[in-house]
């Protein structure tokens, strides 16, 4: 039988509430749970407009109030029908039975006006549960009290550095400069192929990439404790929901035309697969790691990165995600990026390590950690891995919980991070190991993963 291809296209989304409505508007336990509690933000207006003061957004506590207010009328006003509704019906039986005709008559014309009246009154509460559920889920999680407010990566602060710079006799080149010299690296034929933002890997260079995946897969779950998964690439709504990239960012993501999303990053297809699950405390924590590609309109980042491999539609990643109990999460934090880390001590890369501001934190975080891995090509320390703490934003949003006591049931925690972005490690062993005759030395912990191999030309 011939297989049918749905083609892939970019979706712009202008209102959050085309995505939702069909997940508001399914069976009460389909439905997704509001991100924040519309009662803790009554109780907590000034906290909650200050944390998103902080990340420089203007306050929406009242906003949200009012359609909060404008719902529970709508409901009180459809239970007073129902209720009226129900004591007509029990009357217009005491009437029949009383041979009161004509109130009959009338109390049957009062019900059939009251079953009118009710199903609008339906269609009015989902559309207000519509406006207050899309509202709450275009709001980003809020910050952490430790985290630095600022408006940009400005004011990020350095939590550390690894490793110094090596001094080269030469003027370094950059990554595509290197690899295009060494007839490995094509953007032109991908160009060709895909259009900008994609590349062509050859050789030795495809195998380089194959093998840091490996590598890190490998020290992940031999030396850090992670379960290797192969998850889906392809998700449904409520997945990319879960993990807080819809509705808000959806132009950042690629569809394709019979509904599913390519995943931006394994985080959501392994953050989701606790979705909808009442976990068992000693489950937790639970740590995955997976390598898969990932997929980015990079919308927004015209002008940005445009040769090279830093900033792709296409690209692989071995991802880091962790469900834990809310007291863990810090802890566990510390140790997510302890492990990214590793990878680049293993590969003698030198990085520092940024606790992001509020400012430039991403929408699900309450605290981020960026490491920046040094490129010398370019002179400068570029974002090769993020480690996310998001406390129970994605859990909400998935209806995600664990059994804290007999009675006890709360909402895990989630963490993500990378561990590394694979494409991004290339270009740094790239520029690190670069050599004056255009070779690249192949670092010590990768040759066993390249056969051998202890430098790429010359």
């Known amino acids: 039988m011939a297989l049918r291809f749905h083609f892939l296209r970019h979706v712009p989304v202008a209102k959050p509430h ?118 709450l889920s275009a709001i980003p999680n809020l910050p952490r009290d430790d985290v630095p407010v600022g408006a940009d990566e400005n004011a990020n602060v350095e939590v550390r550095k690894w490793g110094s710079p090596r001094k080269f006799d030469f003027a370094p080149r950059q990554h595509f400069e290197i690899g295009e010299a060494l007839g490995l690296m094509d953007f032109e034929t991908a160009a060709k192929i895909s259009g900008a933002r994609f590349v062509v890997l050859k050789e030795a260079l495809s195998k380089l990439e194959r093998a840091i995946a490996s590598f890190m897969l490998d020290l992940h779950t031999t030396e850090n404790g992670y379960t290797e998964y192969l998850p889906p690439f392809l998700v449904r709504d409520d997945a990319v929901y879960g993990t807080g990239n819809l509705p808000k960012f959806a132009e950042d993501l690629f569809q394709t035309t019979n509904g599913f999303w390519l995943i931006p990053t394994a985080e959501v297809s392994l953050t989701n697969m606790v979705r909808d699950e009442v976990m068992s405390r000693d489950q937790l924590p639970m740590r995955c790691t997976a390598w898969t590609p990932c997929f980015r309109s990079e919308a927004g980042s015209a002008g940005r990165d445009t040769r090279g491999m830093i900033r792709q539609h296409q690209f692989s990643k ?39 501001c509020t400012g430039d934190m991403g929408f699900a975080s ?63 062993v790239l ?28």
């Open 431 to 458: 520029e690190n190991y670069q050599q004056a005759d255009g070779s690249v030395v192949i670092p010590e912990a990768l040759r066993p993963y390249m056969g051998g191999m202890e430098r790429i030309g010359g």
């Open 318 to 356: 071995v991802e880091l995600v962790s469900i834990t109990t809310p007291e863990q999460s810090l802890e566990e934090h510390e140790r997510m990026t302890a492990s990214a880390e590793k990878v680049l001590q293993r590969l003698e890369i030198p990085y520092r390590t940024m606790l992001l």
């Open 18 to 135: 085309a995505l939702l409505l069909n997940m508001l508007i399914a069976p009460d336990n389909k439905r997704p749970t509001p991100v924040f509690d519309i009662k803790w933000i009554r109780d907590n207006a000034d906290l909650f407009d200050k944390g998103l003061k902080s990340r420089g957004l203007d306050p929406q506590a009242c906003e949200l109030i009012a359609l909060d207010e404008k719902r529970r009328a709508i409901i009180t006003r459809v239970q007073e029908l129902q209720s009226r509704r129900n004591a007509a019906s029990k009357e217009i039986g005491k009437a029949m039975g009383a041979k009161d005709s004509a109130l009959a008559d009338t109390l049957k014309a009062e019900v059939a006006a009251l079953k009118d009246g009710l199903q609008a009154g339906e269609e009015d509460e989902r559309k207000a549960t519509v406006d207050l559920n899309a509202a």
């Open 366 to 428: 309450q605290k981020t950690y960026d490491i920046e891995a040094w490129l010398p090509g370019q002179d400068a320390y570029r974002e090769i891995s993020s480690c996310s703490v998001c406390g129970d934003f994605q859990a909400r949003r998935m209806g995600a919980r664990y059994k804290a006591g007999d009675k006890d049931i709360r909402y895990v925690h989630t963490l993500n991070g990378s561990g590394l972005a694979v494409g991004r490690t290339l270009v740094a």
